[in-house]
């Protein structure tokens, strides 16, 4: 029996998404599994469009190993000029980690500055150019890779290390840091249910609303500060909660003293990804002498979460 092969064809970007911000982006921003897989680590969605001066960055996600910012901004052309500059400009305007850019493909130049980037910056930094691939075989349903053409060096090394720390080894900085907030929290407000020994950088706590089980994390980041939001239960779909605290946002945001004609954009129940009504302490809890205004605003903030959702949204 004869053996029949088909080509495979390359697929243009442009016939997948015609738009970059309208189409590339979000869809980005809901697909992040992608990148996550083509990088080596998770990413939770931040926001998209985030202004910075003058300017937008595609997308800010967060990396749950370390807690770091992960900035990405995306082409459907070609690399150019005008993206790297954008690139570095955000990089120091939101305290960003780890950027990633993606492109259809990239210069040789461009790849350099990458290079450079990753050679010559501190180790905390990292930096990624990625091609986004798509293929098909005949009328087959179309095939998604992410090529990564540049990454720091011993990457996966790093990743290793992480991982190890995250999976209970030796403690990092970080780890240590977190353990002692949180620590601390829990003395200062004994009855606010923080886990003994916690050293993560998020504290879960359990809520109903409206019948559906979802739950309240507060947050410490060294790139953020503190912050509180709503998301799903473990392992549920978000879109239940998501109908469920809209009409709370009214009265969340009287409480919080948040201006409903200017709301912060990741304020509301519609925002991408999994994290609702969040809310931020910009602070640098790097300083212990801070965690007393950080720890103080995460519980009366989530004393205000935990009565205004635990009442009728329309009494």
């Given at each position: ?267 509301g129940p519609n925002f991408i990804g999994k994290w609702l009504a969040q809310w931020y302490l910009e602070i640098d809890v790097s300083h212990r002498g801070n965690w007393h205004i950080a720890i103080d605003w995460l519980h ?16």
């Amino acid at each position: 029996m004869a053996i029949e092969f088909g080509n495979l064809e390359n697929v243009n970007l442009r016939e997948v998404w015609q738009h970059e911000a309208n189409d590339f982006t979000p869809w980005l921003a809901k697909n992040l599994n992608y990148i996550s897989d083509a990088i080596g680590i998770p990413l939770d969605p931040v926001g998209v469009e985030v202004p910075v001066g003058r300017f937008s960055a595609d997308i800010l996600a967060r990396n749950p190993m370390d807690d770091g910012i992960v900035l990405i901004e995306n082409q459907l052309e070609g690399s150019d000029h005008t993206h790297l500059g954008q690139i570095l400009t955000y990089l120091a305007g939101l305290e960003a980690r780890t950027v990633i850019w993606i492109a259809s493909g990239f210069t040789e130049a461009h790849l350099s500055a990458i290079r450079w980037l990753n050679e010559n910056t501190a180790d905390s930094f990292q930096f990624f150019a990625i091609c986004p691939v798509v293929v098909k075989i005949g009328d087959s349903p179309l095939s998604l890779r992410f090529e990564v053409l540049e990454r720091p060096s011993d990457w996966d090394r790093q990743i290793r290390a992480i991982s190890q720390a995250a999976r209970g080894g030796q403690p990092t900085e970080l780890g240590t840091l977190r353990h002692d907030f949180w620590a601390t929290y829990s003395e200062r407000h004994p009855n606010d249910g923080i886990p003994k020994g916690h050293r993560g950088s998020n504290v879960f706590h359990s809520t109903v609303i409206e019948n559906v089980r979802a739950r309240i994390p507060q947050l410490v980041s060294l790139d953020i500060g503190v912050g509180i939001y709503i998301t799903s239960a473990h392992n549920q779909p978000i879109e239940p909660t998501r109908e469920r605290i809209r009409p709370y946002i009214p009265n969340l945001m009287r409480e919080l003293g948040i201006d409903p004609e200017r709301p912060p954009a990741s304020f509301g129940p519609n925002f991408i990804g999994k994290w609702l009504a969040q809310w931020y302490l910009e602070i640098d809890v790097s300083h212990r002498g801070n965690w007393h205004i950080a720890i103080d605003w995460l519980h009366e903030k989530l004393e205000i979460y935990r009565r205004v959702l635990s009442q009728s949204p329309h009494g």
